[in-house]
């Protein structure tokens, strides 16, 4: 019976073996018996035995205890992997007594990182909340489904205007699922270029070398800021999309510190017929602690990493009206993903919750002081050691967001 139930699971990719399984009632034919409770006192022989129906590979034939997969699981990581342990301790003391200035870094709290490591990641669940390939999703359809009203409430998103989607492993791959679910291969797409701020997945390329996949299945050309201020130029911008007509115009970028003119760019996005995406992923806990414009005011679809501005775990969002939210999920599984990594949704379910507090209020408003006063501090040291012009002294130091950029130029490199 292990045997069979093991191979169902080695079938699981293909297409003939998911249409039998899909079925929210479904039961499987191969599904182990409930394991008694601990407190229930089974005796350990059942325990093992039961432990064994689920998967051949969970039983440990190197331990020398008889009860194998028990003493597997509750091991501590100083036991097993006393290297990885080590190392980790080491990063964990470089994090607490380093200082970090990595703007698309952040700290999690202890109940993002509990969530984290759960028993969650042990579970497959394909497909969306009540529509699961795989049976024993009651509790992860429970999370995914506050991970998502959590998302829209913090955002203060109705319901019946926006959708989302939680299940993105990340940023990159969350781009990729919206660039997938509305545009068709060669389609056109606009965002701020690299070098100006923008983020690789915006259809970076360089003449040598198309550097992101975003730009071998999409045709890209970019916008820019004006090199003197460090400012988008909306003007050029408006030119580039008139001659280029892109079906997608996309907002947001890595290292742009000033606010984003999204009224402007859904004016030259309606111009050519084009979907105005923003990529939140750098602010989108400004966002939620409403210290920065708001994105959702004009956009027809939002993405966004968690674990920056947001402090969640590694994951992303997309954001989108409603009559597009079929195409998105569409896009996210079956097209790009398989399944969620449910411990990552829990994990964001939490960090979504600390965000919707006075307090990580509080915490957005400060991280925008700082910065404005390293922007500062900087614009005053470099003003007193620069030896070239002012136009490029103003391209550093200026933020009035999370971040303060400095521009190395100054200083002969
Ligand atoms: C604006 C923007 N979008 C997307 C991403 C990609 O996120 P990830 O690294 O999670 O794939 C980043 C990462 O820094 C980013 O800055």
Redesign the pocket.
Known sequence: MARLYNGVFSLHGTWAMILTLFSSSFVHPFTPARIPRPNSSPHPAILSSSSALLSSTNVDHDAKNTNGLLSRESASLSSVDPDIQRLIGLEEDRQRYGLELIA?ENFVSKAVKEALGSCLTNKYSEGQVGKRYYGGNEYIDEIETICMERALELFDLDPAVWGVNVQPY????A?FAAYTALLQPHDRLMGLDLPSGG?L?HGFQTPKKKVSATSVYFESMPYIVDPSSGLIDYDDMERRAKMFLPKLLIA???AYTREWDYGRMRQIADSVGAYLMV?M??ISGLVAGKVVANPFDYADLVTS?T?KTLRGP?S?MIFAKVEMMDKINQAVFPMLQGGPHNHQIAALAVALKEASTPEFARYAKSVVANAKALGKVWLREVTISSPVEQTIISFCGMSNRRLASLDPRWNGY
């Open positions: 698309s990340s940023g990159s791959p781009n983020h997945t947001g970028g890595s990529d992923a750098h990493t674990h590694r992303g």
